[in-house]
């Protein structure tokens, strides 16, 4: 399947549940992850096809917070048909937005049924365009195209205890204790859904300093690049977190390929007196 296909889960006859049946309350689990967000949109449609069955709670992360939230919103609205249809519309906004992207597959990849990334023009150069450049030079203005498509699909305000049946639970690390922080039904909005986004350092360090120190990471690419892209990214990190303390940190580590005079120019900028910046 790719970006431009979504196939409708198969639909199957409602079960109802007759007097001898009791119906079963279930909690359920949702994973992260695009494709596995994709495949537990058609294990939903399925248990909401059975009448027999009750969902309680959802507890969720990354793609299944935004399946559990089109979940209950649909819910809310009218019941388990609203849920399915709900989330059908969804899934159809998030293939439509990856069809006019730019890794869709070309004529020639249509014609020769091969869907491979690996032969895809597309994922070739911007594979090879992240090995050059960093995210913070790809995204400057930090577009998040997948918060408009949840604002289209999910009626937030529905969320509350006194309209949705579902208790949902979206859980974070409070950077200053350590504790998991729990999100509610009353707290559940597209921020809370999208909290595993790349956030921009000036949010962080507004929403976090008040509570602790913020940590600042630098993509390994720059490294790997050096020169003054490499430059500019520190400098344009220091003045972000500027103001307060903050922990400078490198993504993943030095790569292996890593000039050691990259490493050195880096500590060399770290150690510049902050009125450089």
């Known amino acids: 399947m790719d970006g431009s296909v979504v196939m409708e889960p198969l639909t199957r006859p409602h079960r109802t549940p007759t007097p001898s049946v009791e119906i079963k309350s279930i909690n359920l689990a949702l994973q992260g992850g695009g494709a596995h967000g994709a495949f537990t949109w058609g294990v939903l449609d399925c248990l909401l096809e059975d009448d027999r069955i009750r969902i309680e709670g959802i507890s969720a992360t990354s793609a299944g917070a935004m399946n559990l939230a089109v979940l209950a919103a649909g819910m809310a609205e009218d019941g388990n048909p609203g849920a399915k249809k709900t989330l059908a519309k969804f899934w159809h906004r998030i293939s439509r937005a990856a069809s006019s992207g730019p890794l869709r597959p070309t004529l020639l990849e249509h014609l020769f049924g091969n869907h491979s990334t690996a032969q895809s023009a597309g994922f070739v150069f911007f594979d090879l365009m992240t090995r050059l450049f960093s995210l ?142």
């Open 136 to 277: 913070y030079q790809f995204n400057p203005l930090n577009q998040n195209p997948l918060r408009q498509v949840l604002l289209d699909s999910v009626d937030f305000a529905a969320l509350n205890p006194r309209t949705c049946s579902i208790k949902l639970y979206l859980a974070a690390t409070n950077v200053r204790t350590g504790k998991i922080k729990v999100f509610d039904n009353s707290e559940t909005g597209v921020d809370a859904v999208g909290l595993d986004t790349t956030v921009p350092a000036g949010f962080a360090c507004a929403q976090l300093r008040p509570l602790a120190i913020v940590q600042g990471n630098l993509d390994p690419v720059l490294l790997l690049t050096g020169g003054v892209a490499l430059e500019c990214a520190v400098h344009k990190m220091r003045r972000a977190f500027a103001g307060g303390p903050w922990v400078f940190n490198l993504g993943h580590g030095v790569l292996p390929e890593t000039p050691t005079e990259n490493v050195a120019m880096l500590a060399r900028l770290l150690a510049e007196p902050a009125a450089v910046d």
